[in-house]
């Protein structure tokens, strides 16, 4: 081969998501966070303090200090509820996209029928159904943490499922004229072609369900998930202070929204196609 | 229309490059009739270039031929093999046969449509393996050919997003070459080129019409360049054959005022 690639023009970095550095670097900050999260939250919740609140303070420091431990398992129990319930929306959701978009009206209507009814109906009854309905109509037991997992992913990937839609329509029909042109197998044509330009499309409204559905996760607290705001209502319940616990899960959700919402944005800045 | 001879004419030539017959073919979108009974004979390694005013189905023709559209009746054939044959506008395509004929075609777009999360390279070297069964190598050292043929070997590793139009354009050329089709569908492939690329791409195609591997469709708004190339000049206009002849015969007496007046917008712009 006479001509290697030996440009004389700097080469530009190359646009694939996996070569750029912010991409792992969100990602292993990620992982990090629910690492740690994971091994502060693997005592079961006590709700033992022995520093009883100051009845003259408002917010007694002290006091509140001595919840951080329970409050941190409450968190783990939320956040990983959410990233499980999350990794099932992604999955369900791109097949459920698939499903819409099928040529045959077996498939197409139906999905779409659910996907409607999903995101029309709310959450809080969707777990309410999972929970306890199907415990009562069929054998399927749930228990508290899969219901809720099961009821976010479930809801989640039907939005999930629009963000794809979304991004799939976002490829130009140029690129399918190309791949029919080419005579490329449409299995070809979806793994090699669409998927890979339809995904980074489709990653900023992913990254706004999952931050989405960790605030929605406190509605576990209906079902019984010991997740944060059992703990806030539970230590409201026997110390009768509302005003520590509540702000504490409030900063909770914060620890771990602000975060994520920013990385979002930063993903969504760096993640542009140039358009051909 | 004088095509009496195609009939007896071998379909396919020495080099491979494959005869075009549409005979009767109907499309419409809607209301709108775009190719009305047509008929259209293209010889092995004939370069053909279509010309007519924008919205008279030029472009149509050839996105039926790559199977883009589907026609409402009527027959295509590539070579010997029949692409559709809807005699009485009923029978449908099957669709393995049209994968089949479809292979030996190649298309060439007006907007370049290279896959734009790949480099060039890539981009040539996807259709060989994944269609054709190529190995990889082989695929990678015929894709730097066709590269070099183009003038971009040095541009292998860039993605589309770091070419200009005249760049991309001459690895789309080099993509559909990938795959040695019979015939290759050029549409309108220098209209959104910036003036001082067009030459370059031209260039590229008048090397390709020189090798005579492959039979050439084209519809072009580049009367010095058909001038040049073409075999065959078709006046298209209405979903219908205004007239066809050599390149001198279409330029400079045509038989039709509705050629003359279209050459002469043309040709002043």
């Known amino acids: ?276 | 229309m004088t095509e009496s001879d195609s009939a007896t004419a071998p379909r396919v030539s020495e080099k491979g490059a494959a005869a075009v017959t549409m005979r009767n073919v109907d499309k419409a979108f809607g209301d709108n009739v775009v190719l009305d009974d047509l008929d259209l004979d293209v010889d092995p390694g004939e370069r053909v270039v279509i010309i007519g005013p924008s919205g008279s189905g030029k472009t149509t023709i050839l996105r039926v031929i790559m199977t883009l559209e589907r026609i409402d009746s009527g027959s295509i054939t590539i070579g010997n093999a029949p692409l559709y044959h809807m005699a009485d506008g009923t029978t449908p395509a099957n669709e393995k046969r049209i994968r089949e004929v479809r292979s030996h075609i190649g298309m060439v777009f007006q907007h370049f449509n290279l896959f734009p999360h790949m480099s060039a390279l890539e981009n040539i070297t996807l259709a060989p393996v994944k269609v054709h069964g190529v190995a990889r190598d082989e695929a990678e050292q015929h894709g730097m050919e066709l590269l070099h043929k183009v003038g971009l070997a040095k541009h292998a590793n860039h993605t589309p997003g770091e070419l200009s139009g005249g760049q991309k354009q001459r690895v789309a050329i080099a993509r559909s070459l990938a795959t040695r089709p019979a015939v290759m569908l050029f549409d309108e492939v220098t209209s959104a080129l910036d003036p001082e690329l067009v030459g370059e791409v031209l260039g590229v195609l008048k090397d390709i019409a020189e090798e005579g591997e492959t039979t050439m469709m084209l519809v072009t708004h580049e009367m010095g360049f058909a001038r040049e190339v073409a075999d065959r000049v078709v006046m298209f206009d209405h979903g219908k054959i205004l007239e066809s002849g050599t390149p001198s015969q279409i330029m400079n007496e045509p038989e039709h005022e509705r050629t003359r007046s279209f050459l002469k917008a043309v040709l002043a712009h």
């Open chain 1, 1 to 276: 081969m006479s001509a290697q690639a030996s440009s004389s023009e700097p080469m530009i970095e190359h646009r694939s998501i996996w070569k750029r550095p912010v991409t792992w670097v969100a990602i292993v900050a990620f992982v990090a966070f629910l690492v740690i999260l994971y091994v502060l939250g693997t005592r079961e919740l006590t709700f033992g303090t022995d520093v009883a609140p100051d009845p003259n303070l408002k917010w007694d420091w002290p006091y509140v200090i001595s919840l951080i431990p329970d409050m941190l398992n409450a968190l783990s129990v939320t956040a990983f509820a959410t990233v499980y319930g999350f990794i099932l929306a992604v999955i369900l959701g791109f097949f459920l996209a698939l499903g819409r978009r099928s040529q045959s009206r077996w498939i197409s209507w139906p999905v779409s029928g659910f996907i409607e009814f999903v995101r029309s109906t709310p959450l809080l009854i969707q777990l309410y159904f999972l929970f306890f309905g199907l415990a009562s109509a069929t054998p399927i037991r749930f228990s508290s943490n899969q219901a809720l997992i099961l009821g976010l992913g479930i809801h989640y990937a039907t939005y999930c499922s629009e963000a794809y839609r979304a991004g799939i329509n976002s490829v130009p029909g140029g690129q399918w004229e190309a791949a029919t042109a080419m005579n490329l197998k449409p299995s070809t044509t979806w793994t090699r072609v669409i998927i890979p330009q339809a995904i980074p499309n489709a990653l900023p409204a992913l990254g706004n369900y999952l931050v989405a559905g960790f605030k929605d996760a406190p509605l576990g607290f209906a079902i019984n998930v010991t997740g944060l705001m059992f703990f806030a209502t539970t230590v409201r319940g026997r110390d009768f202070r509302p005003i520590e616990p509540f702000l504490m899960i409030g900063v909770g959700f914060l620890l771990v929204s602000l975060p994520a919402a920013w990385l979002i944005r930063r993903l969504e800045r760096r993640i542009s196609y140039d358009r051909i």
